[in-house]
């Protein structure tokens, strides 16, 4: 997908991408000769459409994981279904989630939220943080590159 | 006002080349499987799931490594029927190590990753899901051949649910059609419907192995396995009694 400044005749440029939290995606272009800004913004089920064939508008900025898809979008997955999301008793203990940190992550589309709740934890895990708040979450976008998350 | 073709820089989204790296995916996690065998059938309820898994048993006891891929997302039997029960899945790195029978047999199956007794659902918007659901289940397919770590194998069977629309999937996720072993039953209903689907491959360009006629011998009456093997002009394979012995299943592993 491409973006064309019809009246400048140039090819826009992406600025950023959103994730509102209502299941829609807003990703933004820029005329680079003019400075216009358009707004490219999608709903639900084209979001939806977009994600249930594991690509992701405006690139991935993370590697893809293992099972994605099956992992992130499954409603009725079992939590111990993997070993690293299964709790172990000799394994170090998940993160806890600040109540303003849930009610952030509760903004994020139901659709991707369990994916972004796993980059979090394991960011938090992997750092041996035990609590994770906003501003850790702030930290962790900037570290991680993750965009709208 | 210049097309897409013509504006040079590159798309950002990149959606072409995400979709030609999950391919290669799929095409780097088989590169160790010597065979891909689609198990099908275009009716229910023959016992797809049953061979599949009592073909896998015969070549793991003739030591030859095999794989089971349960591709009925949606009514997942495989792991019961080769006696998997559910232990978290290790996920050491870029794939998901599938899980072992006792005899040896590496198996995938969605029953092994939902909650018990719950169905397939996927997050999404309700309304309309039909729109989505079945790019999603595709993507699922994809996932489950591309980053499961397969290893090298003998042979990867595809345990197909009823109707041919995970075959079509396959075949675009492979790029090749997989080899095809068809099941049916000997009643004349499954005929019909198995010939549809066996066309179907054939028009799609898959080998057909041949023909296991299941629940012979009993009330079910009729001769599909001979009329679809004349047809098709493939052998019968084996013809599966209510109560088969263990060398059924090895002999139909050998011929396989």
Known sequence: MKFLCVECDQQMAFGERQLPGDGTLAATFKCPKCGRVVALLTNPMETQLVSSLGVVIGGKTVPAQPLETVRTMVATGRDDAFEDTARRPDGPTAASWSSEAQERLSRVPNFVRGMVKKIYADYARERGIAEITPAIMDTARAELGLEGM | ?256
């Open chain 2, 1 to 256: 006002m210049r097309t897409y073709h013509q504006l040079t820089d590159p798309d950002r989204s990149g959606l072409a080349d995400q979709i030609g790296a999950q391919r290669k995916r799929v095409a780097e996690r088989l590169a160790g499987v010597r065979r891909i065998v689609a198990v099908m059938s275009g009716k229910g309820g023959v016992g797809k799931s049953y061979v599949t898994a009592n073909v896998a048993r015969a070549l793991a006891r003739a030591r030859k490594p095999v794989g089971v891929l349960d591709a009925d997302l949606n009514g997942p039997t495989i792991p019961g029927l080769l006696g998997v029960n559910h232990s978290p899945l290790p996920a050491p790195g870029d794939a998901i190590e599938p899980a072992m029978s006792a005899e040896g047999v590496k198996c995938i199956s969605m029953a092994l990753l939902l909650d018990d007794g719950a169905p397939l659902a996927f997050k999404g918007p309700s309304a309309e899901s039909f729109v989505w659901r079945g790019a999603m289940e595709a993507s699922a397919l994809r996932e489950f051949l591309g980053d499961i770590a397969w290893g090298d194998l003998d042979t990867l069977l595809l345990d197909l649910p009823p109707g041919m629309q995970r075959y079509i999937e396959l075949c675009d996720i492979l790029g090749n059609p997989p080899p095809v072993l068809t099941v049916t039953i000997p009643t004349p209903e499954s005929r019909d419907a198995v010939r549809r689907a066996m066309r179907a491959a054939v028009d799609r360009g898959s080998e057909l192995l041949g023909i296991v006629e299941n629940m012979v011998g009993g009330e079910l009456r009729g001769s599909a396995g001979d009329d679809l093997a004349h047809e098709f002009g493939v052998a019968v394979l084996a013809r599966i009694p209510w109560h088969p012995t263990a060398d059924i299943w090895s002999t139909l592993g050998t011929r396989l």
